[in-house]
């Protein structure tokens, strides 16, 4: 390891490769330039989004008919999904073959084939050159020579799969099988929230001014929620002393957070002259209250009670990224419940919880950019480098101490003890 002169104070050095070298305190210190260096944003959509991860795409009931499609990103990366006319789910990048025009421009709809707007290249529903203008040329003039071949051409496919309807993407053909890489929690836990037929309720999305690593790390922090988030006690929806466990998966990068039902809870300490608004609604089995689903790089299910809704991360600078908020319910409650589900606001851009994460995340930034490379954020509680597989209780850090030695690794970041990490991908014995 060596250390230049404009390194000298980091908390997180660079190897002589120019990979980040992680604390010597161990995983209990996350580098600030985590969140802001631009190197690491890129070597992140390289290594994560386009590497041997599978990120969530869609679900099977936004594409019930052929020819529907849905618009998403993996990363940096815009994609499209699409049910062909053999009723197969198809992925590709939506970037036209020809000069790399976006192709599909609305968000979702139905479409027997689709046609970039620059030159009119047209394309079936899995990505495939159908038509090029002008191919043989016009007027006896110009066109394409002998050896052009349009079956050559087509935007880049990504491999598909689904669980429990729910839609996964990859670029890696050296990503896992998706039942393997989600893990026997994971998979249980969506086979139980999808058992019964589900309809959307719609969609939102809202930029935050951050990185998006501060909100997946906040996503499975159980020691901010009761602190942050005075709703959940004060309407007794979640008290510090709950039952709850967290389980990790995938190098500890995924996370299961679970948060059971308390028969003894205190009563609301707070009236409302609409009660609605805090109603809460247990619809998941097991006494389940909260789970949240954390499927690393990009995903979060959040439920919570009746209130589902699936978060997908799409980073646009180490100081940006979008959320698209995906909305769904049971297709068979009756409209009571779905109207409680829409006055039970909790998530999205002005959620009661949502709102309070994204301008924590803000101001976090803002104040981890002063000074980047001399800093680290401090995640000690319930031991200073335990990493574990399984947490029962609230009052530890150790799922995000997981969390980050899994991100080290996948990053190819030096652990915090010397040596060397290669990214996955790269290793001999995958």
């Known amino acids: 390891m060596t250390e230049t002169a404009s390194s000298a104070g980091r908390i997180g050095s660079r190897s002589n490769s120019g990979g980040l070298v992680w604390p010597a305190e161990g995983w209990s210190r996350v580098p600030f330039e985590l969140f802001c260096d631009p190197e690491i944003h890129a070597l992140e959509d390289e290594r994560l989004f386009r590497g041997p991860h599978w990120s969530y795409v869609g679900l099977e009931i936004e594409l019930p008919e052929a020819g529907d499609y849905t618009t998403c990103?993996?990363?940096?990366?815009?994609?499209?999904l699409v049910r062909d006319e053999g009723g197969v789910l198809r992925g590709f990048v939506n970037r036209c073959a020809h000069r790399g025009a976006e192709v599909v421009r609305k968000p979702r709809g139905n479409?027997?084939?689709?046609?970039?707007?620059?030159?009119?290249?047209?394309?079936?529903?899995?990505g495939q050159v159908t038509g090029v203008p002008w191919e043989k040329g016009r007027g006896?003039?110009?066109g394409y020579d002998a050896?052009?071949?349009?079956?050559?051409?087509?935007?880049?496919?990504?491999?598909v799969a689904s669980w429990a309807g729910v839609v996964f993407g990859t670029f890696s053909d050296d990503a896992p099988p998706l039942e393997d890489y989600?893990?026997?929690?994971?998979?249980?836990?969506?086979?139980?929230?999808?058992?019964?037929?589900?309809?959307?309720?719609?969609?939102?999305?809202?930029?935050i001014r951050a990185n998006w690593k501060l909100l997946y790390e906040n996503s499975r922090d159980f020691y901010h929620a009761p602190q942050l988030h005075k709703f959940f006690g004060a309407f007794g929806i979640v008290q510090p002393d709950q039952a709850a466990r967290a389980e990790m998966w995938h190098e500890g990068t995924h996370c299961l957070l679970t948060i059971y039902q308390d028969p003894g809870a205190p009563k609301p300490r707070i009236r409302l002259e609409e009660p609605r608004v805090a109603a809460f609604r247990t619809a998941l089995p097991d006494n389940i209250a909260i789970s949240i689903v954390g499927i690393f790089p990009n995903c979060l299910f959040t439920l919570i009670g009746s209130a589902f809704s699936i978060r997908q991360f799409r980073p646009k600078a180490p100081d940006r990224f979008e959320v698209h908020y995906t909305y769904f319910t049971y297709a068979d409650d009756p409209e009571c419940l779905r109207e409680h589900l829409f006055q039970n606001n909790q998530f999205g851009p002005a959620g009661y919880v949502?709102?309070?994460?994204?301008e924590v995340v803000e101001k976090l930034q803002a104040r981890i950019a002063l000074g980047a490379e001399k800093g680290a954020s401090l995640v000690a509680m319930?031991?200073?480098?335990?990493?574990?597989?399984?947490?029962?209780?609230?009052?530890?850090?150790?799922?995000?101490?997981?969390?980050?030695?899994?991100?080290a690794r996948f990053m190819g970041f030096a652990p915090p003890k010397g040596g060397t990490a290669k990214p996955v991908a790269e290793r001999p014995d995958r």
């Open 73 to 80: 990103y993996v990363g940096a990366t815009p994609v499209v």
């Open 111 to 126: 479409a027997r084939g689709f046609t970039c707007i620059y030159h009119n290249w047209s394309y079936d529903r899995a």
């Open 140 to 142: 006896g003039v110009g």
């Open 147 to 159: 050896s052009f071949d349009k079956s050559r051409h087509r935007m880049q496919p990504l491999r």
């Open 182 to 207: 989600l893990g026997p929690a994971i998979r249980e836990r969506l086979s139980a929230v999808f058992a019964r037929p589900m309809m959307l309720t719609g969609y939102q999305r809202h930029t």
């Open 354 to 358: 949502a709102m309070e994460d994204a």
């Open 382 to 407: 319930d031991g200073t480098d335990t990493t574990p597989d399984r947490v029962d209780h609230m009052v530890s850090e150790a799922n995000l101490r997981a969390m980050w030695k899994g991100y």
